[in-house]
């Protein structure tokens, strides 16, 4: 088995039996920082409707930025948008937010349930052009196990 095989049964494993959001997004945000080579960070927001706003979830690396406006930024687009972005090289991305200055490249990959999308995981690099396609279509595949944990009403 690949290893980006087993990172899709842990994950599958970790959610399985636990029920709480907040829970299951910090174990996927854990085993994503130390499975993953060379990321500087790996973590969640979740769009927040009443301040229209993505707010800093459960995460691993430095303090990241807290709340993020809806379409600014590689995340408040990626959620806006509803799709995959891979920033090669985040100095080049107009409206980057930076929380760290040392990162490079970035993916976000949008969480979606049946109704919404309701947050997205972001992934940093200090590496430039760090995120593959095959880094895409694993997070993705990652994104969808975890996008159904959201109970929108």
């Known amino acids: 088995m690949n290893k980006n095989n087993l990172l899709v049964k842990q994950t599958a494993a970790l959610i ?14 854990s ?14 927001y979740c769009y927040h409707p009443t301040d229209q706003q993505l707010i800093l979830g459960p995460f691993q690396g ?9 379409g600014q930024g590689v995340c408040g687009q990626a959620w806006q948008k509803e799709k995959t972005l891979v920033v090669p090289d985040v100095h080049q991305f107009a ?4 929380c760290d200055a040392a990162t490079n490249s970035e993916i976000v990959i949008p969480l ?4 919404i999308t309701w947050g997205v995981l972001d992934l940093d690099s200090n590496s430039f052009d760090h995120f593959s396609a095959a880094d895409q279509i694993l997070l993705e595949e990652i994104a969808e196990l975890i996008g159904p944990l959201y109970q929108s009403a």
């Open 16 to 29: 399985t039996d636990e029920s709480n959001l907040i829970a299951n997004l910090a174990n996927v945000a």
């Open 31 to 44: 085993l994503l920082y130390t499975e993953l080579p060379d990321v500087s960070w790996v973590g969640f």
């Open 62 to 70: 430095k303090p990241a930025c807290t709340r993020i406006p809806a």
């Open 95 to 98: 409206g980057h937010i930076a």
């Open 112 to 115: 979606k349930n049946a109704k």
